[in-house]
Nanobody
């Protein structure tokens, strides 16, 4: 069973920055579409940002111009650079890998807490 592994979460003050990483032990990582999701207290899991195998990116409106998703296909790592963090960004952040004909893979999440 493939398990993605997120890291880089923590406690930060509003206006601060964090960079999340997701190590994905997939033999064909570059062929997977990757995404970051988050789930805040009492909320459903929501898409934050995604990057396709062709390097196209999309963002949730709430994080545009603050977050940047990227990937290193040589190292099998997905990143999320988060700047100007707000208390409403507090959530558990998950990474997801998917491609046609393969199962969907998730990590266990990393906690991000933004204090006001």
């Amino acid at each position: 069973q493939v398990q993605l592994a997120e890291s880089g979460g923590g406690l930060v003050q509003a206006g601060g920055s964090l960079k999340l990483s997701c190590l994905a032990p997939l033999s064909t990582f570059s062929n997977f579409h990757m995404g970051w999701y988050r789930q805040g207290p009492g909320n459903q899991r929501e898409l934050v940002a995604q990057i396709t195998s062709g390097l196209s990116t999309t963002y949730a409106e709430s994080v545009k111009d603050r977050f940047t998703i990227s990937r290193d296909n040589d190292k099998n790592i997905l990143y999320l650079q988060m700047n100007n963090l707000k208390p409403e960004d507090t959530a558990v952040y998950f990474c997801k890998a998917h491609r046609m004909g393969r199962p969907v893979y998730w990590g266990r999440g990393t906690q991000v807490t933004v204090s006001s």
